[in-house]
């Protein structure tokens, strides 16, 4: 959705936003200083983030979280997926099995015999 006009934001859509950020600062600041488990945060954050999403068209979501939330779409649903309790380790090995076929579209294969060089 890539409007000039600003997407119209209700008072309790301000106040997700404003919680997803203050939770994901603090996640990151325990992350950064290893002080502390941050997991609680993102959850928080991404129990926010699907009550931000609740009645709204993904398009004008998507563009609400990375406009205010400072966040990725994908980053956006892995929050909201932990927060409706799915594992740390299942989002990691889902995300790593993608980057696994995303590079494998990127291979470039060497003709047989090539020399390096």
């Given at each position: 959705?890539?409007?000039d006009e600003p997407i119209p934001l209700t008072a309790s859509?301000?106040?997700n936003i404003r919680a997803v950020m203050a939770m994901m600062a603090i996640a990151r600041s325990r992350v950064k200083r290893r002080h502390g488990n941050?997991?609680?945060f993102y959850i928080a954050a991404g129990e926010h983030l699907d009550r931000?999403?609740?009645d709204k068209p993904q398009a004008i979501w998507a563009e609400i979280v990375s406009t205010h939330c400072g966040i990725s779409r994908r980053r956006a649903y892995e929050l909201v997926?932990?927060?409706r309790g799915k594992s740390l380790a299942a989002i990691r090995?889902?995300?790593a099995a993608s980057m696994r076929r995303s590079r494998a579209k990127h291979v470039v294969h060497k003709p047989q015999g090539a020399k390096n060089g």
């Open positions: 959705m890539a409007s859509d301000a106040e941050p997991a609680p931000l999403r609740r997926a932990l927060a090995a889902e995300k």
